[in-house]
């Protein structure tokens, strides 16, 4: 029997196994290992990100499987980061998406097609109160740069409020509205944005063991109960005071919220935070937007939207990610109102509403549905979180375990006590180690001690179980 990596955490002698699968991938036959490494290190940009200290060479993929250029076979739990949403080449979005790549693959929205149209109407359906206009992007950095520009446009306002910790993109416009300084160049960016405390339970100065709308509460004692949250009026106090002190004549254009941080590391707010601070952020004349890019598409498992779980109904949503299931794509969806807003020069996107991202997209919708992925992410997910609670009570390094649905965050700490971040070389080994053993899981928040636990939304009990295991062999 081995030593273990991390003193007090288990080695089994059995190894779990990945559950069955019936799907052989092909033979691999494009460049070698060393060949696209050494195109990585000489033709790709120098900033790009690679995973692991010996990257893996995916080749192939099915459903919630990935597969490298040895047949090697992982359980997919990142999804491309939180991306593949209903299946790595699920059978019916390949059928339909090569029937539209032998009928048309490009036209841009200057001509009528019914393709974005149809998917437009499809899609507005989905959503609550007035959010029946569409604008189609490329990603969620391009989403969230529209955004900002038609909450500017349609209040007068210019300044707008993010939280810390927060993502909303890597472009020059959005990284400004981004909270947290890893994703930040060294260059002039966040003209008349304010980055308001983030109402963190777990790390936060107030909040604990009763705020969080999840199935898994955080272990910390606070002043709170099971009924009524305390924690949020002191978040949305410090909210108020960025509004009095720091915005023009205390007016601003707007908020973006993501429902649950995602690359921040799963971060959940107080119950009726979002729902408070939207009212505060409409008395100053502002909107609200949601950022779906991660949250959307019933990853959730209680609501289709991140953003309902809140009770609210925002005025623009962004999205990207999901809703197309890795093809590039985002969106933007407003009232007619505000939508109106943009009239003031001509806002074109090429390829926005592409006729094969729109099949794409609307396949997404038909499989969702017709799956049933929103109650298989509630109930999986639900699975998924209590086992990994029961990890958290378990063993010292586990600090905090959190999420709703398949949108699932484990943070690790030296101890529980001193909340201190594991560091980065431990949280290294058990990655690398899980990767090894066919576990392919994200790694996000501040400090990068949280695995993001976000896979596609098709996974099964059995996959859960495995993930666990893993884990908790490490």
């Known amino acids: 029997m081995q030593k273990h990596l991390l003193q007090g955490m288990r080695w089994y002698s059995k190894i779990p196994e990945l559950p069955a699968s019936n799907f052989k991938p092909r033979k691999y036959a494009g460049l070698s290992y060393e060949e696209l490494m050494k195109i990585r290190k000489t033709n790709l940009q120098p900033g790009i990100l690679t995973f692991y200290n010996s990257p893996v060479l995916i080749s192939q993929g099915h459903m919630q499987y990935l597969f490298d250029n040895r047949g090697k076979r992982y359980l997919d739990m990142f999804a491309g980061i939180v991306t593949v949403s209903v299946g790595h080449c699920h059978p019916y979005i390949n059928r339909v998406t090569s029937e539209q790549m032998e009928t048309l693959w490009h036209t841009t929205s200057i001509y009528l097609n019914p393709k974005i149209h149809e998917y437009a109407e499809k899609l507005v359906k989905l959503l609550p109160g007035d959010l029946k206009v569409c604008f189609f992007t490329n990603s969620g950095s391009e989403a969230n740069d529209l955004a900002m520009m038609l909450a500017r446009l349609h209040t007068g306002n210019f300044d707008l409020i ?109 119950k009726n935070y979002a729902k408070l601070a939207f009212e505060l952020i409409r008395k100053h004349g502002g909107i609200c937007i949601a950022d779906e890019v991660q949250t959307g598409f019933g990853r959730t498992g209680d609501h289709f939207w991140g953003f309902e779980s809140h009770g609210v109904v925002p005025d623009i949503v962004t999205m990207a990610k999901g809703v197309a299931n890795g093809f590039p794509m985002g969106a933007v969806v407003t009232t007619p109102q505000i939508a109106k807003s943009l009239h003031t020069a001509l806002q074109f996107n090429t390829f926005g509403g592409n006729p094969i991202a729109c099949t794409v997209a609307s396949a997404v919708l038909d499989v969702i549905e017709n799956e049933n992925l929103q109650e298989n992410s509630r109930r999986v997910g639900g699975y998924l979180l209590e086992k990994l609670s029961k990890l958290r009570d378990e063993f010292e390094i586990v600090g905090d375990v959190r999420g709703k649905g398949l949108m699932i965050g484990m943070e690790l700490v030296v101890d529980k006590k001193s909340k201190i971040p594991l560091d980065a070389e431990k949280m290294m080994s058990i990655w690398e180690n899980c990767k090894d053993m066919e576990l392919l899981v994200g790694k996000g928040g501040f400090y990068g001690n949280v695995f993001r636990i976000q896979p596609p939304m098709c996974i099964t009990l059995e996959d859960a179980d495995f993930c666990v295991d893993r884990l908790n062999e490490k």
């Open 162 to 270: 993010s939280l810390r910790n927060s993502y909303h993109g890597g472009s020059p416009y959005a990284m400004g509205l981004t909270g947290t300084s890893r994703w930040k160049h060294n260059f002039p960016n966040g003209f008349g944005i304010h980055h308001v405390i983030n109402p963190d339970v777990y790390r936060g100065i107030w909040g604990g063991k009763h705020c969080r709308d999840s199935p898994v509460q955080t272990d910390r004692t606070c002043s709170c109960n099971a009924r009524s949250c305390d924690a949020n009026q002191q978040y949305i106090n410090q909210l108020h005071e960025c509004l009095l002190y720091s915005a023009p004549s205390q007016k601003v254009a707007g908020i973006f919220v993501e429902p649950i941080q995602g690359i921040g590391g799963i971060v959940q707010y107080p």
